[in-house]
């Protein structure tokens, strides 16, 4: 055999709790919708890359990375990234 042998196995990654979804300690801002600015048109939970924004406008912070995309997307403004406290 050349180079690799046949006990030799290649190396596994386990998932840690970001890697499983999960968004763990390393999150520094989170959405926070302000419900009177909001028209209900559905754009930020489109857009999240996580699927976290629910019809009724909840995030589930578990999962929610922070990235701001929500925030961004949004045509009425009604969502703000803030610092979260740890």
Not at 57 to 80: S, T, V, W
């Amino acid at each position: 055999m050349t180079g690799i042998q046949k006990h030799d196995q290649a190396a596994m990654s386990r998932p840690v709790e970001g890697s499983a979804g999960l968004t763990g300690s390393w999150r520094v801002f989170v959405p926070v919708v302000d419900n009177e600015k909001c028209n209900r048109c559905g754009i930020c939970s489109l857009y999240c890359p996580d699927a976290v924004i629910s019809r009724d406008r909840i995030i589930d912070l578990a999962y929610c990375k922070g990235c701001g995309i929500c925030a961004h997307e949004c045509p009425k403004k009604a969502i703000a990234m803030i610092r979260e406290e740890k």
